[in-house]
Structure formats: structure tokens, C-alpha cells
């Protein structure tokens, strides 16, 4: 067995060797064969490492295909494809960022395609996993014996009638919570709706006897009223044919002076045989 101080011994000379003849790279550079080749920018690939006589040689990515960190790697990446349309355009540093059209979600994080917006159920949610035909799938919001409560916007427990000892009267969804039949409380409803019944059939035959009431007095309106226009038409009528007291008291007079000239007349005319 080696002893313990000749191990410690030995772990010193590495470590010193090491830190004595260690090629020191910056951030840019990468240590190759003992010598810090330096690295391709963003938007470069490798042509050719470092050597002897010369420093590490870049080129320009190609169109269609993109690195957005330094390395030295001899090819760039290939730049994504749009289904839809570019959200922003590929460049030799950054990848394209792609958008799908109104009605259409992507399909993964760098929305390489593009898939029909799937619409849930108000008590549904979309699937977290893809399904076999690779779209996304509605699963339910809430588990088992729950239901939704659409005005909270949360799940909650469906209540167990059977554990109260009580018979379900409306069973539960996914939607609404059970019912359960309480006994004695259907008869108050029951009342409550025969009470509506009756008041409505009032309401109803009220409604028919106003409504009879004032058709037959309008009717008897528009009777007096023709009455009225008949009885003015005969007055106006008869008025045509009569004349004014003026009119008649003139005629009166005439009458008299034509009455008293003949008188006249014939007494003249007596007295003139006589002699």
C-alpha cells in the first residue's frame, strides 16, 4: 500500500504541472492542440481551425441558415419554415419566428406548424398531450365527482345525496351540482304553484272584461256620434228652406200694402159709379 504523505506528494506535482503549463484561452477562444483557436462569431461557421501560422477562419452563413452564438462549428443551422406566415424573417444570426393565421394555434414552441384552434366546453380544457393524431384534444376541467361552477369558475365536489340518507331527485353534470329530494318540501311548492294558477286565470279573466268593456263602449261611441251627424244633416237641410225673420216679417209687409192699395182701389172705383 502507498503510504498517504507519497499520494498528497504526488496530487501536489500534478496540480503544479498543470497550472504551469495550461494554455489560458479568454472567453472567445477554445484551447485545441495546446492553443487557443479562436471561436466564429454569431451568423459564422468554421472553415478552418487555428495552426501554426494562422488564426482560426470563419464564413458567413449561407442564405436559409443561421447561428446565434459563437462557436466552431463548420455548418449553421437550418433556418425554421413557415406554414402561415413570418412573424420575423430568418437572418444569419436569428432564427425565423413564424404565426398562424385567425382560427389556428401552433403546434409546438417555435410554431412549426400550424393546427385547427380546437373550442372546448365550458367544463373542458385542452389536453396538455398531443394525441395520436397529432392534434390537441378537450379533456374535462374537473375530476370524477366534481362538477364546474361556471359563475366561480372553479371545481366542486357533486353533493352525495345517499350519504344524507336522501334520494337524488336531480342527479348532477358537469355543469350543475345534485339534488336531493328533501321530504316535506315539494308540498309547499306544489301550493306555491297552484296559488300562481289561480292568480294568473284572475289576471286572465279580469284582462277579458276590461277588454270587452271598452270595445263595447267605443262601439256605443261611434253610434252616438253617427247619430249626431244624421241629426245635424237634417237640421242643415231644413234650414235651406226657411227664411229669416227678417225675410218673413218683409214679406208680411208687402202683403199688407199690396192688401191695402186694392182696398183703395175698389173704393175709388165705387164712388165713381155712384156718380
Known amino acids: 500500500m502507498i503510504p498517504l504523505n507519497v499520494s498528497l506528494a504526488v496530487i501536489c506535482i500534478l ?10 484561452c ?21 472553415e478552418t481551425l487555428c495552426s501554426e501560422d494562422h488564426q482560426t477562419v470563419c464564413r458567413i452563413c449561407e442564405n436559409g441558415t443561421f447561428l446565434n452564438y459563437s462557436s466552431i462549428f463548420d455548418r449553421c443551422e437550418k433556418c425554421h419554415t413557415c406554414q402561415h406566415e ?14 398562424c393565421h385567425p382560427g389556428f394555434r401552433c403546434s409546438d414552441h417555435i410554431c412549426s406548424e400550424c393546427e385547427e384552434e380546437i373550442k372546448c366546453e365550458v367544463w373542458e380544457k385542452l389536453k396538455s398531450t398531443v394525441s395520436s393524431s ?4 378537450c379533456e374535462p376541467a374537473c375530476p370524477e365527482n366534481a362538477y364546474f361552477d361556471i ?17 337524488v331527485l336531480i342527479p348532477g353534470n358537469k355543469t350543475h351540482n345534485s339534488v336531493c329530494d328533501i321530504p316535506g ?10 296559488l300562481l294558477g289561480a292568480g294568473f286565470f284572475l289576471l286572465s279573466l279580469v284582462g277579458m272584461f276590461l277588454f270587452y268593456s271598452c270595445a263595447k263602449s267605443l262601439h256605443n261611441i261611434k253610434a252616438n256620434m ?12 231644413a234650414s235651406d228652406f226657411q227664411l229669416s225673420k227678417e225675410e218673413s216679417g218683409l214679406q208680411l209687409i208687402n202683403k199688407d200694402e199690396t192688401k191695402d192699395t186694392n182696398s183703395t182701389a175698389q173704393l175709388h172705383l165705387d164712388k165713381a159709379m155712384i156718380f
Not at 397529432?134 to 384534444?137: E, F, T
Request: proline letters at 3%; one cysteine or more.
Open 151 to 167: 359563475k366561480e369558475n372553479i371545481c366542486k365536489p357533486l353533493t352525495q345525496c345517499s350519504a344524507k340518507g336522501l334520494t
Open 134 to 137: 397529432g392534434g390537441m384534444m
Open 226 to 237: 253617427s247619430r249626431s251627424d244624421e241629426t245635424a244633416a237634417v237640421a242643415v237641410s
Open 86 to 99: 413570418y412573424k420575423e424573417k430568418c437572418t444569419s444570426t436569428t432564427n425565423a419566428k413564424c404565426l
Open 15 to 24: 496540480n503544479t504541472w498543470t497550472i504551469c503549463f495550461a494554455v489560458d
Open 26 to 46: 479568454n472567453d472567445q477562444q477554445m484551447e485545441v492542440n495546446g492553443r487557443c483557436c479562436d471561436l466564429c462569431p454569431p451568423g459564422e461557421y468554421l
Open 185 to 194: 318540501t315539494h308540498n309547499g311548492d306544489n301550493a306555491n304553484q297552484m
